[in-house]
């Protein structure tokens, strides 16, 4: 296993239209996090999972996002009717939560635009 | 409001300079602060720091966390071209793990 990997790592699409992306953590891990980027700002959180279940969804994650992680492995997060301004860089994150010292290691993101 | 806040947000450099990129915050239930390196793509750790005064190191990088006064440091001795990226800071928050990032200081190492 050589780390969080995503899918696609680039993804154009006009506005309007739906989007998923997928993202495989470390395979020992169990908790999952979307965090999102946009040029110049650090990573904001969106949610996170631990194992199957979704604990924390941030107010940014609006009604149009929707994130599963249905068997505690890979998750998906959807975006519908994209909007311009969903234009950014979309990271997930997976840890291990039974460690003391927990940190979170990231993926290549994938970098969405939107026309 | 929790608050983490990066300064400067530029730095440009010569190779051999040292710099010391800072990381100050204001949070509710702090567990720990953390580094990350991003060039063009995903951020890449760097140190997670827990308790004061404890300086974790790595080649040419150090840093350090001031718990009472809310900052931490982190340091870059005999800069090299490949030190230029964005460096990011992030609190980790006790109940959920979450992280809040700080904006990131852009990192220039010429020639």
């Known amino acids: 296993d050589t780390g969080v990997s995503q899918d696609p790592r680039h993804k154009i699409t006009k506005r309007g239209q739906n989007v998923t992306f997928r993202c495989d953590p470390i395979s020992e891990h169990n908790r999952l996090y979307w965090y999102r980027q946009t040029l110049g700002q650090g990573p904001e959180f969106l949610t996170y999972?631990?194992?199957?279940?979704?604990?924390?969804k941030s107010r940014l994650l609006s009604d149009r996002f929707s994130a599963e992680r249905p068997k505690g492995s890979f998750s998906t997060l959807e975006i519908q009717r994209t909007e311009q301004g969903d234009s950014a860089m979309y990271l997930c994150a997976s840890s291990l939560a039974e460690t003391r010292q927990e940190t979170q290691y990231f993926g290549p993101g994938t970098r969405l635009l939107v026309l | 409001e929790d608050k983490v806040v990066q300064s400067p947000l530029s730095l440009v450099v010569h190779e051999g300079d040292t710099v010391t990129l800072n990381c100050s915050y204001e949070v509710t239930n702090f567990r720990s602060l953390l580094w990350y390196k991003q060039e063009k793509k995903a951020p890449t750790f760097l140190f997670m720091l827990?308790?004061?005064?404890i300086e974790k190191k790595s080649g040419r990088l150090s840093s350090i966390l001031d718990k009472k006064e809310l900052f931490s440091i982190l340091n870059i001795t005999a800069t090299q071209t490949g030190d230029s990226a964005v460096y990011l800071c992030?609190?980790?928050?006790?109940?959920?793990?979450?992280?809040?990032f700080g904006a990131g200081t852009r990192l220039t190492v010429k020639p």
């Open positions: 999972f631990q194992n199957e279940a979704q604990l924390e």
């Open positions: 827990t308790s004061s005064g």
């Open positions: 992030a609190v980790v928050f006790y109940n959920n793990n979450d992280m809040r």
